[in-house]
């Protein structure tokens, strides 16, 4: 460790260097265009490692090390006087002077940072702004560590949040879409009533008018004994004409009647597969089981509906669709196995 004689040396030679940190000695009115804006880095850098060590343990330095600062700061005290006392009104050319003194500078500054500088970092450290350092990067470390994985936690709950809202619409707006076609097809269907029972009335009409007439042409015209062959089979004829006709809109009229009852029945059955798709939907979580639920409503919806009023020309497949079912536990499985 240095000397207290040596320390307090070169607190001094310190000290007359530092009466110039508010000094203005790069410019001045007095001095006209000419100024030291060449030199200013070369005096912030004597002022600024002057208040380093002013301001570190310089007793941890050895004797050696004390003396070369000391005798390396006097010419840089010496350049900052001369720059401090420069008028142009002095000998010599002014611009030349300047030159020379902030050679004289330049010089100083590099022998004062290459017997200075090297120290400055140890002094730093047995001062303590390194270990202050170190322990303020850990803390900044440690916050913004907490900063980051409270930002993970809040980005997960919002996620969740967001997919739940996202589940939340598409049910919503599921539900209002199963709900306005279950009334759609209960709006046909009592429609398609109403015009049916149209054909029932009419079908009803045609059957008693086919009854009266067989009765009454029983009756009515009679075919007298004296009638020829062809007088007869023209009679025959036309009352068969008449009865033909009114049966044939018979038949036409309940087959109508049958196909909007079948239609109704259809409908109907439609409607209730959707409430009943809704129901299943609205009852899991699973998004599998929505799959095979919905590919099963789908095919009782659009599919052929056998009731007995019209003929079926194919089959409906409603049988459980178990490639559906299974794919859950299929894709499960493969995910294991990957990971493994």
Not at 158 to 175: G, L, Q, T
Not at 215 to 228: K, N, R, T
Not at 293 to 307: C, E, H, I
Request: glycine residues 6%; proline residues 3%; hydrophobic residues 45%.
């Amino acid at each position: 460790m240095a000397t207290n004689e040596l320390v307090n040396a070169l607190t001094k030679e310190l000290e007359t260097v530092l009466k110039y940190a508010d000094t203005q000695l790069v410019s001045r009115p007095e001095w006209g265009t000419i100024n030291f804006e060449n030199a200013r880095a070369d005096i912030e850098t004597a002022l600024s490692i002057s208040i380093d060590l002013a301001s570190l343990p310089l007793q941890e330095l050895t004797d050696g090390a004390a003396g070369e600062i000391q005798g390396a700061i006097p010419a840089v005290a010496q350049s900052l006087e001369q720059i401090d006392g420069f008028s142009i009104s002095s000998g010599g050319s002014p611009p030349e002077n300047r030159d020379d003194i902030c050679n004289q500078l330049r010089n100083a500054i590099e022998g004062l940072r290459a017997s200075a500088t090297p120290y400055i970092p140890y002094l730093a450290y047995k001062r303590g702004d390194i270990a202050e350092g170190v322990a303020k990067l850990e803390q900044t470390i440690a916050r913004t560590q907490t900063a980051y994985d409270e930002a993970i936690v809040w980005i997960d709950g919002k996620k969740a949040e967001i997919e739940r809202i996202e589940s939340a619409a598409r049910a919503a707006a599921a539900s209002a879409g199963v709900g306005t076609f279950t009334d759609e097809f209960n709006v046909e269907a009592t429609k398609l009533q109403s015009q049916s029972k149209v054909w029932l009335k009419s079908s009803f009409v045609f059957a008693v008018a086919t009854i009266v007439a067989a009765i009454l042409f029983y009756f009515w015209p009679s075919i007298g004994p004296d009638a020829g062959m062809s007088e007869t089979l023209r009679n025959i004829a036309s009352k068969a004409a008449v009865i033909v006709v009114l049966f044939t809109g018979t038949v036409w009229c309940g087959r109508i009647y049958r196909a909007f009852v079948h239609q109704v029945a259809v409908n109907k059955h439609r409607a209730l597969s959707l409430k009943t798709f809704q129901a299943f939907v609205e009852a899991t979580d699973d998004k599998y089981v929505k799959d095979a639920v919905l590919m099963a409503a789908t095919r009782t919806v659009f599919g052929n509906v056998p009731t007995g009023l019209v003929e079926e020309h194919g089959n409906q497949d409603s049988g459980v669709n178990f490639v559906e079912s299974g794919r859950s536990t299929a894709e499960t499985a493969a995910e294991r196995v990957a990971q493994d």
